[in-house]
Every structure is written in structure tokens, then in C-alpha cells.
């Protein structure tokens, strides 16, 4: 099983940016998605979570009101809808897959089961 990134790239602040992230293979039964960030020598952290059933969202502080998480699950997909981007939010991106407890929001790294490669996102100022 892998996931699949795409849509990084480089963009002006105040510029939007679409991620999306499939499941090549298959992953069996139900996973909640996770988007992470990973800043040069940051930590990665969480961006942004969603449930099996889209039901129940989660969104870090510094990007409420500006992303947008939202998945098909039909399509083995999530994305991540970056709007009013900042140059603070540079980093590589990871989107992953967490299978224990799909249906309750998941913020810590080791919750999660798959791992995407990591798609760059670079906001110039």
C-alpha cells in the first residue's frame, strides 16, 4: 500500500494550492486521513484530520479559517484545500492513513499506520 501526493508547488502568499492524496493498493477496512507538515528543522506536525465519515474535522490554530479538509472515500482520496497561504506555511507536506480508530480524529504522528512521500509547498512573500 501507498499513498500518493500531489499538487505542491510554489505560489505567492495569499495564493491557493489543492493536495490531494490516493491510496495506490488497497488499505483494508475503514482509516481516518491526516495531513502533516514538516518545516526545515521544525518537527512535523499536524495540519489537519478527518474522519471515515468526513463527520468530524480537525484544523491546527495557525491554519483555521484558511484550509480545507475533505475526502472521497469512493475514490480512496483526501485533499487539502490551502487557501490565504503564507510563507510560514512552507513546508513539505504528508498526508497519512490511520486505521485503529477511524471514526475519532487523530493528532499525533504515531497514530498513523501509512505515510505519503511528502509533496513541497514553497510560499513566496
Known amino acids: 500500500v501507498q499513498l500518493v501526493e500531489s499538487g505542491g508547488g510554489l505560489v505567492q502568499a495569499g495564493g491557493s494550492l489543492r493536495l490531494s492524496c490516493t491510496v495506490s493498493?488497497?488499505?483494508?477496512?475503514?482509516?481516518?486521513w491526516g495531513w502533516f507538515r514538516q518545516a526545515p528543522g521544525k518537527e512535523r506536525e499536524i495540519v489537519s484530520a478527518?474522519?471515515?465519515?468526513?463527520?468530524?474535522?480537525y484544523y491546527a490554530e495557525s491554519v483555521k479559517g484558511r484550509f480545507t479538509i475533505y475526502r472521497d472515500n469512493a475514490e480512496s482520496t483526501v485533499y487539502l484545500q490551502m487557501n490565504g497561504l503564507k510563507p510560514e506555511d512552507t513546508a513539505v507536506y504528508y498526508c497519512?492513513?490511520?486505521?485503529?480508530?477511524?471514526?475519532?480524529?487523530?493528532?499525533?504522528?504515531?497514530?498513523?499506520?501509512?505515510w505519503g512521500q511528502g509533496t513541497q509547498v514553497t510560499v513566496s512573500s
Open positions: 493498493g488497497r488499505i483494508i477496512g475503514t482509516y481516518a
Open positions: 497519512a492513513a490511520e486505521t485503529f480508530e477511524p471514526n475519532r480524529i487523530s493528532v499525533a504522528t504515531r497514530e498513523y499506520d501509512y
Open positions: 478527518i474522519t471515515w465519515y468526513g463527520d468530524n474535522t
